[in-house]
């Protein structure tokens, strides 16, 4: 938990992605910034700037971070940008990436390039982390071993060529005439089979990717050289914060930190995914997270509890595991087992060499890694969850325990050792790839609690816990992002929105899954069950988006393809299954017609959380495009460009007054999001107050307060429905009333304009819901303001 006394006077108010492409530079993105202005954002949000592979639609596999990519448009763009930012008042924020660099590409990273040629002798040698005792570093990029790979290596212009790669030479292995495989012999590294790479590999990666090594941010000069023109933005006043990339991912998280704030005078958050109840270092100079804990909490409140047996049943009844422990158990056993073997190796290679052979050190190494219930330790804080992930690992394996033993042991003795650094940063790779990678393609039971921080076992957040949640953000962390979109997030929060509405109507989702899937089934269980929730939650959705979700969600599952061992028949049914849909007219008909009974309870749940989460405690994220409805699923569909024009011309007709209807436009959202962004920039709220509704439909209501600059009562209200289907059945609002804080002035209504004629019960001043949520299904209520014009 972070120190209450810690402030943040730089934090935004809040932040706006922009995902930075070939197609969306640093111009295209200066051009957006009156824009964003307008629409009452704080801060622009950047993704990764510095120079990445050649073709990065993303930013994430930099090459060079000692410059600004000129493929987004170079440091003039970026300077540029960044004076037209601040001009408009609005501040800067760019995510970094210190974990790890691309060398997909070896002549594109000269860092890379100058280690392949001199291996151990390279200046950049300590860059990475290598484990030269090994022998040459292994590149996995053949089709197989064996001199028939090898047929296509050549020599050419003074590097080693394999079809369209390059690889240097090391100084004096060749000459004219030498055989192209006694030159290959003789190199630093050796071309293998891509096979070999989760097995084999000296380096360490950024999870199983082969071509995404990791650095040693850890040592001072090479923090230096991977920061220096980071920290120049921050020292010329370029960037005012920062997100830091898999932060878990680091040798040694806190120090890193540290070292970093106290060199960058601005904002930072961290990509850290916390599980339920756990907090970040107290020694952590940052404002928070990235906000995944924010979207479990907002997310959850607006799914229906009750829906878990049927839901449950249905699950168990279509062939679907609904264990979530034992399918995480599984999951993660496979990511360290055999994703991350080679790393596994190398860290039962530093266990003392008393009592295990070398296979029973890597068992016990990778039962441990897969016994987290966080994502990691930091040692010595957090020594609590190093214990429990040690206790968890023996009674699953008793048998192990004397080795798990003396590595508890080896760890307490040296909590900053290379075991304990080792064991720690790999955890989080295997809870990340076991389970948001794995076992939420398995545990396909209601897919819209299998996102990224999410909790599938606990179903949906009352709305108790919610509120306590949000009183421990405001009180402990004020200044932490929160999110509901990410370009990490497994389904946009307008599908999530769709799909908690099926929460409400579990019975007859059950009752169509059982018509539905034998007259047109996808070839496995899981994926079936996915299938149909996806369908519902993104209607409509085209034939090609839909075919590339279900083919990565089958491969990450694992269940009957993979990425590394395609089923071609597998995947070819999942290829037809929309053609399959199509051609039962009378299937596809019924499927239409569900979907369209989720549109409006999913708008109004949609309008529900954004408004919750633009007003409460943290720093709110819109993600690229969500101020409009959204319905994108994982990467790489998150990332499609956006129509920025569209949403210029909607806001253009609100500034003049328009008060759009809840429709396919999704200009309502616009609306809100507009409404909520200006209010929290004008009004800078703060502290937290719950408010209770009153009357037969008060479980529907969400509601607290907040107050405003210049005031010492609360000013400022959301009120938002929850469980719009139920209320409808039950008969609507009826007398149910929201008791406002009272104090001088009216209330106004900053969505519709109008100002509120409250009632008095018990002393109190009261809101109709039924007249305040007559015309939105939420309402931002201020005092003493006008609406917003």
């Given at each position: ?9 730089s934090a ?7 995902q ?6 640093l111009?295209d993105a ?17 993704s990764?700037?510095?120079t ?9 596999d ?6 600004v ?6 440091p003039e763009?970026w300077?540029?940008?960044a004076d ?7 501040g ?6 210190p974990?790890?660099?691309s ?6 990273n ?16 300590r860059?990475?982390d ?18 028939a790979?090898?047929?296509g ?14 690889f240097p ?5 060749h ?5 192209v495989?006694?030159v ?12 070999r ?6 380096y ?9 090594a990791?650095?040693?941010v ?7 050289a991977?920061?220096?023109e ?7 006043g370029?960037?005012d ?6 932060v ?10 540290r070292r ?13 995914i916390?599980?339920?109840?756990e ?8 404002a ?6 924010a979207?479990?909490?907002?997310c959850g409140?607006?799914v229906d509890?009750?829906a878990e047996?049927?839901?449950?049943t249905?699950?168990?009844d ?6 979530v ?10 990511a360290?087992?055999?994703?991350l ?5 190398r860290?039962?290679?530093l266990l003392?060499?008393e ?15 897969a016994?987290?219930d966080v994502?990691r330790?930091?040692?010595p804080?957090?020594?609590g969850?190093?214990?429990r992930?040690?206790?968890?690992a023996a ?6 325990q ?7 042991r080896?760890?307490?003795?040296e909590?900053?050792?290379d ?5 720690q940063q790999?955890?989080?790779m ?5 389970t ?14 299998n ?6 076992d606990?179903f ?17 962390e004020?200044?932490?992002m929160?999110?509901?979109s ?6 946009s ?5 769709r ?8 019975g007859?989702?059950?009752?169509a899954?059982?018509?539905w899937s034998?007259r ?6 899981a ?5 149909w929730q ?6 409509p959705?085209d034939d ?8 990565k969600?089958?491969r990450?599952a694992?269940?009957g ?14 290829r037809?299954w929309p053609d ?9 008909a019924?499927v239409?017609a ?11 749940n ?13 720093v709110?994220?819109?993600y690229?495009?969500?101020e ?7 990467d790489?569909?998150?990332?499609r460009?956006v ?8 806001l253009s007709?609100i500034e003049?007054?328009?008060r759009?209807p ?14 909520c962004?200006?209010?929290r920039?004008d009004?800078d ?24 600059r210049?005031?010492h009562d ?8 929850r469980?719009p289907l139920?209320?409808a059945d ?7 009333v ?10 106004t209504?900053l969505?519709?304009g109008?100002?509120?004629?409250p ?7 009261t809101?109709?819901l039924?007249?305040?949520?007559d015309h939105y ?13």
């Amino acid at each position: 938990m972070m120190s209450a006394e810690r402030t943040f006077h730089s934090a935004p108010t809040s932040t706006y992605r922009l995902q930075l492409r070939p197609g969306l530079t640093l111009d295209d993105a200066a051009g957006l910034l009156d824009h964003l202005r307008r629409l009452g954002v704080g801060a622009v949000y950047l993704s990764p700037i510095l120079t990445a592979a050649p073709g990065s639609d993303h930013g994430y596999d930099v090459v060079d971070p000692t410059r600004v990519s000129t493929a987004l448009g170079g440091p003039e763009a970026w300077t540029a940008l960044a004076d037209r930012a601040h001009a408009l008042g609005l501040g800067v924020i760019v995510d970094i990436v210190p974990n790890h660099m691309s060398v997909a590409r070896p002549d594109a990273n000269p860092w890379w390039w100058d280690v392949l040629a001199h291996g151990r002798d390279s200046v950049y040698a300590r860059c990475f982390d290598i484990d030269f005792d090994s022998g040459p570093i292994l590149l996995p990029v053949l089709g197989d071993d064996g001199r028939a790979a090898l047929e296509g290596l050549t020599i050419a212009d003074g590097h080693l060529v394999h079809f369209d790669q390059r690889f240097p030479l090391a100084p004096g292995t060749h000459t004219p005439g030498d055989d192209v495989e006694d030159v290959h012999r003789r190199q630093h590294y050796r071309l293998v089979s891509w096979r070999r790479g989760d097995g084999e590999l000296t380096y360490r990666r950024f999870f199983d990717v082969d071509h995404l090594a990791a650095v040693r941010v850890e040592e001072p000069g090479v923090f230096d050289a991977t920061h220096a023109e980071i920290l120049r933005w921050g020292s010329e006043g370029l960037a005012d914060g920062l997100r830091v990339d898999h932060v878990d991912g680091l040798s040694d998280p806190g120090g890193y930190l540290r070292r970093l704030a106290e060199r960058f005078d601005g904002w930072i958050v961290v990509e850290k995914i916390l599980a339920p109840g756990e907090t970040l270092p107290a020694s952590w100079p940052v404002a928070g997270t990235t906000g995944y804990d924010a979207l479990r909490e907002i997310c959850g409140v607006f799914v229906d509890p009750e829906a878990e047996p049927v839901l449950t049943t249905l699950a168990r009844d279509h062939g679907v595991a609904t264990d979530v422990t034992a399918i995480d158990a599984q999951a993660r056993g496979h990511a360290a087992g055999e994703l991350l073997r080679a790393e596994v190796r190398r860290i039962a290679a530093l266990l003392p060499p008393e009592g295990a052979d070398p296979r029973q050190a890597e068992e016990t190494v990778a039962e441990l890694l897969a016994s987290f219930d966080v994502y990691r330790s930091y040692l010595p804080e957090g020594e609590g969850a190093w214990a429990r992930a040690v206790r968890t690992a023996a009674d699953r394996r008793p048998d192990l325990q004397p080795v798990l033993k003396g590595i508890d042991r080896a760890v307490r003795a040296e909590p900053h050792g290379d075991i304990a650094r080792r064991v720690q940063q790999t955890s989080g790779m295997v809870v990340a790839m076991g389970t948001e990678n794995t076992a939420f393609y398995r545990g396909t039971r209601f897919v819209a609690l299998n996102e990224v921080g999410g909790e599938p076992d606990a179903f949906g957040v009352d709305v108790a816990a919610f509120h306590a949640a949000h009183l421990r953000r405001e009180a402990t962390e004020p200044h932490t992002m929160t999110t509901l979109s990410t370009h990490d997030t497994k389904r946009s929060e307008d599908v999530r929105a769709r799909l908690a509405v099926l929460s409400e109507l579990p019975g007859d989702f059950a009752d169509a899954v059982r018509r539905w899937s034998p007259r047109a089934p996808l070839p496995e269980a899981a994926l079936d069950l996915l299938g149909w929730q996806t369908l519902l939650g993104a209607w409509p959705i085209d034939d090609e988006r839909l075919v590339d979700y279900l083919l990565k969600a089958a491969r990450e599952a694992r269940l009957g393809t993979s990425w590394t061992d395609q089923d071609p028949d597998f995947e070819d049914r999942i290829r037809s299954w929309p053609d399959r849909l199509r051609a039962d007219a009378d299937l596809y008909a019924e499927v239409r017609a569900f979907a369209e009974t989720l549109t409006a309870p999913g708008w109004s749940n949609a309008l529900g959380q954004k408004a919750v989460h633009l007003l409460g405690p943290g720093v709110p994220d819109v993600y690229q495009g969500t101020e409009l409805w959204d319905l994108s699923l994982v990467d790489p569909d998150n990332r499609r460009p956006v129509d920025h024009d569209a949403r210029a011309r909607l806001l253009s007709r609100i500034e003049a007054g328009w008060r759009p209807p809840v429709d396919a436009t999704g200009a309502a959202k616009l609306h809100v999001v507009r409404t909520c962004l200006q209010a929290r920039r004008d009004l800078d709220p703060t502290g937290y107050l719950p408010l209770t509704a009153e009357g037969p439909a008060a479980d529907h209501a969400l509601a607290f307060a907040r107050t405003t600059r210049g005031s010492h009562d609360p000013a400022l209200a959301v009120v938002a429905t929850r469980l719009p289907l139920t209320l409808a059945d039950a008969g609507g609002w009826d007398d149910t009333v929201v008791p406002l804080p009272s104090g001088p002035g009216p209330w106004t209504d900053l969505l519709t304009g109008r100002t509120l004629v409250p009632t008095r019960m018990d002393g109190l001043v009261t809101a109709r819901l039924a007249e305040v949520l007559d015309h939105y299904p939420v309402a931002v209520l201020a005092r003493n303001r006008p609406p917003v014009g």
